[in-house]
């Protein structure tokens, strides 16, 4: 940080991530995956001008992405696998990602004016993508990439024993859903998300390894949800909504659960101490992108009050930062207990 700040004039400063972003999209780092690739090479496989990609390459092999041997070839590092669309680390749809940039030049302007910095709501932010489906597609393709990078080990904790149905709320494509049945195979789920969203589920491949113990339903979770699964699963759902709307989806989470179920909440949660964590980068992201917002567990635990609920036990998700929070009806006896 500091050496960005020493290097850093009026040229530079949005250098990193808009490189990244073109990079991502022109797809530069799969093709010169293979066996290194020049930069007229690489003009030439992706239809870009010679001069401005090695503009690009440059800058982005001295800051660590790519390598450059004495030929000129470049060739993605580890921390360019970020880049490449097959890697299990792939993050080139999030990279690529030009509504949350959009975002952000909207809250810069707001700020300047002096007006809030949360130009969108939840409701408007996902609207929005119902009517421009090439948005939809990438939103959620973005959505699956985080997921298998964020949520690794969260199918093998400790919390499925004994369950029977999962209803994954807000569940996206189904990349969790599919991992935790894969994962449990006494488990059956049920996938639930706005109608749009669960077309494209339908259509992904991504539930196939367990589609016999699955449905999908469409539907929005500030109405009903499907009744009697007995665990219920929000990941990275809560944090889109400001309190009131994150209390009314757990109050319909209450509703719909079976007789002794539990709720799983995953998410980042903002330590109540000063020390760094992402969750305070993602609270602010989320501010930005549509009025989102993370938590501390004290939050939490307040959102779980208004909505007849009590934290149960808590649990790292892998090394991501993510947390899983269990919560039961508050007339329940809590595991932690037993
Ligand atoms: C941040 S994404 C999380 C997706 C998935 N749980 C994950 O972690 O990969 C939030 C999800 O909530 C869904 N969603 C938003 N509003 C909804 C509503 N009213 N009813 C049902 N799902 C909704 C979105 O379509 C999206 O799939």
């Known amino acids: 940080m500091r050496e960005f700040l020493l290097m850093a004039d009026d040229s ?18 799969d093709v010169c995956a293979r066996d290194g690739s020049t930069t007229e090479e690489l003009a030439a496989a992706v239809g870009f001008a ?12 001295g800051a660590g992405f790519f390598t450059r041997d004495r030929q000129g070839r470049f060739s993605p590092t580890e921390l360019g696998a970020v880049l490449k669309a097959d890697s299990v680390v792939s993050m080139r749809a999030t990279l690529s990602n030009m509504d949350t940039y959009q975002a952000w030049l909207r809250a810069a302007d707001a700020a300047a004016e002096m007006r809030p910095i949360a130009a969108a709501s939840g409701e408007a932010f996902f609207e929005d993508k119902e009517t421009r489906p090439k948005a939809e597609v990438a939103f959620s393709t973005r959505m699956q990439e985080r997921a298998m990078r964020l949520y690794a080990g969260l199918a093998e904790l400790p919390v499925w024993k004994g369950a029977s149905t999962v209803l994954d709320i ?3 494509t189904g990349t969790v859903l599919s991992a935790v049945l894969q994962a449990q195979p006494q488990l059956s789920g049920v996938l639930f998300d706005r109608g749009t969203v669960i077309d494209l589920a339908a259509r992904a491949c991504l539930l196939d390894p367990v589609r016999d113990r699955c449905t999908l339903v469409a539907g929005s979770f500030f109405k009903e949800l499907p009744a009697d699964a007995d665990v219920h699963l929000l990941c990275s759902v809560l944090h889109d909504w400001d309190d009131e709307r994150a209390t009314d989806i757990l109050r319909a989470s209450a509703r719909a659960l079976a007789p002794c179920g539990r709720i799983l909440v995953c998410e980042l949660i903002v330590p109540a101490t000063s020390e760094p964590h992402p969750a305070r980068w993602s609270d602010l992201g989320m501010l930005v992108l549509l009025g989102g917002r993370e938590r501390t567990l004290s939050e939490f635990d307040r959102l779980f009050g208004a909505a007849g609920l009590v934290r149960d036990r808590l649990l790292p998700v892998g090394e991501s930062g993510f947390s899983l929070i269990e919560a039961v009806p508050s007339e329940q006896v809590p595991r932690s207990a037993w």
Not at 12 to 29: F, K, N, S, T
Not at 51 to 60: A, D, E, K, R, Y
């Open 170 to 172: 807000g569940g996206g």
């Open 12 to 29: 530079i400063v949005a250098v990193l991530p808009y490189a990244l972003g073109i990079a991502a999209r022109l797809g530069v780092a």
């Open 50 to 61: 010679a001069q401005p990609l090695m503009s690009l390459m440059n800058t982005l092999a």
